[in-house]
């Protein structure tokens, strides 16, 4: 057994997975045992099972569908927004250092100011709609997302950038060709985890002000006293964020076939 | 022109919170040739980098410029390919990919640079890993495929900086040989930088060798690669040679002295045996000033305590200049002229009686001034030993008590010993009017160390000074250790003085004087000297090129002698 505790030591596939669902079994066993034993009234905590059928109950008869479509429209293009500025920003960022000057200080302002701080804010401009949500999602992307790119863009090797200049290449393509290749892995990775503050933002979007989407059903839930319900609207929401990261994590060695990183995954 | 020439170039960084910036490279000259194959070595941080990537054009001179192929360096260009010490492929690409990288960029279409890419994998024998990525290679493969990317983009000149440093010794003897290899084959103009001796003598076809900060040339040779096509160069006494020879040039702040086994030198010797020789100085003693003077050219020595007439060729060519006009004691050191008693009564009678001496030593000099001072005739002196250069001292004390010449120059404990013998009595010393400063030692210093080990000459020269004023103070225990130390002779010193044998006679001669020495020095005098030793020597012929005033005036340093009056 004490292989398994080599710091390099690396599971098989099965097994990891077989390891990450136990997780997941013990707390479901936990949380049956406490509920089937009534040690927990069904108010405070449902069961597993009543939990499960309002799932199906939210499907079939509450229209929940429209409620992820919703969300799902809301948090594609907010997220793509953040995305598609951020990531050119960024890259110049790491890569001119006046634009670092200038953008740098304006961001960290803006990042660590608490988001829910600026909601008032945006009912007051954008409304409950749509927009407001997609405002928050890019919010709460946007700058921190900045900061990971910039930070990859700039870990490029500097004898990697003069082994292209030696090789008469010109800077435009230099940034082009050597500079975002060079930082790809890590601006992918950047944005696996700003997806999950996108879904964040999201819900807190959704559960302050809107009339539509998951975290709107929870609030409304709990309004009623529908706990199960907002167990429900919870489990989805961590369901989609597994799958989600499952997604990014198996196209990257796809991807990105010539890094370290992508033999291990 | 040539094909990369350096002027007057210097680098200098600012350091954070120090008002004078860190000098790295100073007033370097180059000219290097197409086609050479031209090692910078140096020992780590010395700013030889620095100038590669200044060539290359990753970094701008402070003063001064290079020049390629008649263009000023501005900026890097595809022209001047380089080669790092750390792993430069484009991790993203394959091997394949890596070395058509510069040409696909350069808008080259696929099918002439799969052909080109081709080449230069077989090149570097990267065949089977065609497609791999850079993570898949070992680290001398990843450098091999750095070489063909650089290759690949046909620059003019290839930059390398301790490309081989990273590896371990055999990768880096196979890659150093397939390096050569490709030299031949393409005869590129390579610049490579390194800190290892080895790795230089066994690629270089010129080695550069750079000084500690700030950097400087300090040796710049060109070598024969006739023998160095293989690794059995290194097995050869002629590499043992080379390798001792650039490892002490790479020992930069240290003052190498090279001293004669002469007995003026003998406080210095004292001195040294006792551990009193300042830090920074080392003192080396033997060898013959032929190849003290070799040493010298060759930065086995920094600076030489030699006769003059030994000096003179090294200050015409200009790489020594003369800092003391004495450096020993001459007291004890002084050449007198020993002759039979019955057939040399006087000087006048040197001439046609046997001479012991070698063609173009100091005895041959002393004979000349001798002669010229007594106004006779030098061609009629009779020279015994020409053919024999390497006879010394005692062996001119054999041929004198055996009969074989009448007169011969000697200097201690030779002095002693003869008359201390049997034999003694027959002899007697010619009361000769030798000028002292003629036969001084002088302390000549390779002209480029004046400015780079400015403190550790003034430190050697305040030594010398001191260790002659005690040598004279206590002159009889003084006396006594060097007979004791440097002769078979048992008696000691005091025995011989109050036995009015020879010291007694020198005596006669005027112990040299520091004080005044140095007032000569000031005013002139010594040049005036140096004048006329280097007339008379080549009248003799012990020089082969005559000396010119401007030479002369141009290899004194006075500014040593005026800061150390000054103080």
């Not at chain 2, 520091?514 to 007032?519: F, G, I, K, P, Y």
């Amino acid at each position: 057994m004490k292989g398994v505790f080599d710091f390099s030591y690396r599971l098989p596939k099965r097994t990891y997975a077989l390891l990450g669902s136990c997780a997941f079994l013990v707390i479901l066993f936990a949380w049956y045992s406490v509920t089937s034993t009534g040690l927990i009234k069904e108010f405070f905590l449902p069961s597993p099972l009543s939990v499960g059928r309002s799932l199906i109950d939210l499907f079939a008869e509450h229209g929940f569908w429209k409620d992820c479509q919703a969300s799902f429209y809301r948090i594609t293009i907010g997220y793509l927004l953040a995305v598609c500025l951020a990531v050119p920003l960024g890259i110049l960022m790491g890569s001119f250092h006046i634009c670092e000057a200038f953008l740098e200080p304006l961001n960290n302002f803006v990042r660590y100011t608490p988001l829910p701080a600026f909601i008032p804010l945006i009912v007051l401009w954008c409304g409950i709609g749509d927009v407001n949500q997609i405002t928050v999602i890019f919010l709460g992307v946007f700058f921190s997302l900045l900061v990971m790119v910039a930070d990859s863009v700039s870990n490029m090797p500097k004898e990697l950038l003069e082994t292209a200049y030696t090789l008469g290449i010109k800077r435009k393509k230099v940034l082009l060709f050597v500079i975002l290749p060079n930082s790809l892995p890590g601006i992918y990775d950047s944005l696996r985890v700003a997806i999950g503050w996108a879904w964040s933002s999201l819900i807190m979007a959704e559960v302050v002000g809107a009339n539509t989407g998951i975290g709107h059903m929870i609030m409304e839930s709990q309004r009623f006293l529908r706990t199960a319900n907002v167990m429900a609207g919870i489990l989805v929401v961590g369901l989609l964020g597994i799958l989600l990261d499952y997604l990014f994590k198996a196209f990257y060695p796809l991807l990105f076939r010539w890094t370290e990183k992508s033999r291990r995954l | 022109m040539s094909f990369i020439e350096i002027r007057d170039l210097s680098k200098t960084y600012p350091v954070s919170r120090q008002k004078t910036p860190l000098v790295a490279l100073s007033g370097i000259e180059l000219s290097i040739e197409e086609g050479e194959f031209v090692v910078f070595l140096g020992p780590s941080g010395c700013g030889k980098s620095t100038l590669l990537r200044i060539v290359a054009g990753l970094e701008d001179a402070t003063s001064g410029e290079a020049v390629f192929d008649g263009t000023p360096i501005r900026g890097p260009s595809k022209e001047r390919g380089m080669v790092f010490q750390t792993y430069t492929s484009f991790p993203w690409l394959t091997v394949n990919e890596n070395v058509g990288f510069g040409l696909k960029q350069h808008g080259m279409p696929k099918e002439p640079r799969s052909l080109i890419v081709r080449r230069y994998v077989d090149m570097v024998g990267l065949n089977g890993f065609e497609n791999a990525y850079p993570r898949e290679l070992s680290g001398g493969m990843k450098q091999r495929l750095a070489i063909a990317r650089s290759l690949a983009v046909e620059p003019r000149v290839l930059l390398m900086d301790e490309p081989f440093g990273a590896l371990d010794t055999q990768v880096r003897q196979s890659l150093q040989e397939e390096l050569l290899a490709i030299q031949r084959e393409t005869q590129k103009t390579i610049l490579f930088v390194t800190h290892d001796i080895d790795e230089a003598l066994l690629l270089g076809s010129r080695i550069v060798v750079f000084s500690a900060l700030p950097g400087r040339v300090i040796h710049d040779e060109k070598c024969s690669r006739t023998h160095r096509q293989c690794r059995d160069y290194f097995f050869t006494d002629e590499f043992a040679a080379e390798k001792r020879k650039y490892a002490r040039l790479l020992e930069t702040r240290l003052l190498k002295v090279g001293l004669s086994e002469w007995s003026g030198h003998a406080p210095i010797y004292y001195a040294r045996e006792d551990g009193f020789i300042p830090q920074g100085i080392e003192i080396a003693l033997g060898r013959t000033s032929q190849q003290r003077i070799e040493g010298l050219s060759h930065g086995v020595f920094d600076c030489l305590g030699t006769t003059l007439q030994a000096a003179l060729p090294l200050i015409s060519t200009g790489e020594g200049k003369i800092v003391l006009s004495t450096c020993g004691s001459t007291g004890i050191g002084t050449d007198v002229v020993v002759a039979e008693r019955t057939k040399v009564k006087t000087t006048a009678d040197l001439v046609n009686v046997r001479l012991a001496f070698a063609r173009r030593t100091l005895e041959h000099l002393i004979f000349a001034m001798v002669f010229e001072q007594h106004g006779l005739d030098f061609r009629k002196l009779c020279k015994v030993d020409q053919e024999h250069p390497q006879l010394g001292r005692h062996d001119y004390l054999r041929m004198l008590v055996d009969g074989k010449v009448d007169a011969a120059v000697l200097c201690e404990p030779a002095i002693t010993e003869l008359f201390t013998s049997s034999a003694g009595s027959r002899f007697h010393i010619l009361p000769v009017e030798i000028d002292q400063s003629l036969l001084q030692q002088v302390c000549v210093v390779k002209s480029e160390a004046v400015s780079t080990k400015r403190d550790l000459i003034m430190a050697y020269l305040r030594f010398v000074l001191e260790t002659n004023t005690l040598f004279q103070e206590n002159a009889n225990e003084a006396l006594s250790l060097l007979h004791r130390r440097l002769s078979n002779v048992k008696r000691s010193a005091s025995f011989v003085r109050t036995q009015g044998m020879p010291y007694y006679l020198f005596d006669n001669i005027e112990y040299y004087d520091l004080e005044q020495n140095m007032s000569l020095y000031l005013e002139g005098g010594v040049l005036d000297k140096l004048r006329k030793v280097a007339g008379i020597a080549w009248k003799a012929g012990v020089l082969v090129e005559p000396i010119s005033d401007d030479v002369l005036a141009a290899s004194i340093d006075n500014s040593f002698v005026e800061e150390m009056a000054g103080e």
